[in-house]
């Protein structure tokens, strides 16, 4: 017995059935090591291979562009906080859903899908590749509720915080 299935009407960028990475019980191992400032990289900050000056938000209000999965229920719901407070204030915050169909990695240094799925990105004015932590502090701070993670600027506190949010 020989069983065919319909050709898809176009390529899927996903799996059909997928288990984020970041919100697994199993992920990749350099999500379970802290993110450290060293080449010059401050705390949080990715390496990407596109030059910086070629880099645009898509406001000019714009503090860091956040790379979420729309697929998310609670990315989603953080998201939409986020979005009502960054319009209040003018477009603080540029939003980009990993999961859409309309994602381009090469509009977004070159992070694909699935490094984007290993844990949440954002994206500075300048170009520069921040992760973890990091983005949730600079993402708060840009509508407003930066006191929320001001304790993150304490070392040890930092610490905890990012190996809370790598088992998350």
């Known amino acids: 017995l020989l069983l065919t299935a319909k050709p898809l009407a176009r390529p899927l960028r996903r799996p059909l059935a997928r288990i984020p990475l970041s919100h697994s019980s199993v992920f990749s ?6 993110l450290s400032a060293s080449a010059g990289r401050e705390r949080g900050e990715a390496r990407s291979n596109l030059p910086r000056e070629s880099f645009r938000l898509s406001s000019e209000n714009a503090q860091i562009r956040l ?8 990315c989603v719901r953080e998201v939409d906080m986020l979005k009502r407070r960054s319009d209040e204030r003018g477009g603080t915050i540029d939003f980009v859903d990993i999961a859409s169909e309309a994602y381009s990695p090469e509009e977004n240094q070159n992070i694909d899908f ?10 500075l004015p300048d170009g520069r590749v ?17 006191w929320v993670y001001a304790f993150t600027q304490i070392s ?13």
Do not use: N
């Open 114 to 123: 699935e490094t984007a799925m290993e844990g949440i990105h954002g994206i």
């Open 130 to 146: 921040v992760q973890g932590i990091e983005v949730f502090k600079r993402a708060y701070d840009a509508v407003g509720l930066g």
């Open 156 to 168: 040890p506190l930092r610490s905890l915080a990012e190996a809370a949010y790598s088992v998350w």
């Open 67 to 74: 790379l979420f999965d729309g697929d998310c229920p609670l």
């Open 29 to 34: 191992q350099h999500m379970r090591r802290p």
